[in-house]
């Protein structure tokens, strides 16, 4: 069982920034494309950013404003957020989505982004 623990969500103000932390318990890096998701107040949960060994992708709506990173000596996946606007106010959760099959996925339990003046 990987458990993905995030961390570094807090308030900021518009134009502000925040590092988002997400450390697996296990190296599962090269079965495991690793994501960034947001929650916002009574919406559904939506693709922020992903990264594989191979591709990156963002959401348009972070493009130029996010960038996520990996380190894989210490299992941990990284969501630099700059420029945050109130709309980026959310619960950001950590993903992990299997690339084989026969693999489970699995969820972070989630960290509070406010971004508020």
């Known amino acids: ?65 996010f960038t996520i990173s990996r380190d894989n000596a210490k299992n941990t996946v990284y969501l630099q957020m700059n420029k945050l606007k109130p709309e980026d106010t959310a619960v950001y959760y950590c993903n992990a989505a299997p690339l084989v099959w026969g693999h489970d996925d699995y969820w972070g339990q989630g960290t509070q982004v406010t971004v508020s003046s």
């Open 1 to 65: 069982q990987v458990q993905l623990v995030e961390s570094g969500g807090g308030l900021v103000q518009p134009g502000g920034a925040l590092r988002l932390s997400c450390a697996a318990s296990e190296n599962i890096f090269s079965i495991y494309a690793m994501g960034w998701y947001g929650q916002a107040p009574g919406k559904q949960r939506e693709l922020v950013a992903t990264i594989t060994s191979s591709s990156i992708n963002y959401a348009d709506s972070v493009k130029g404003r």
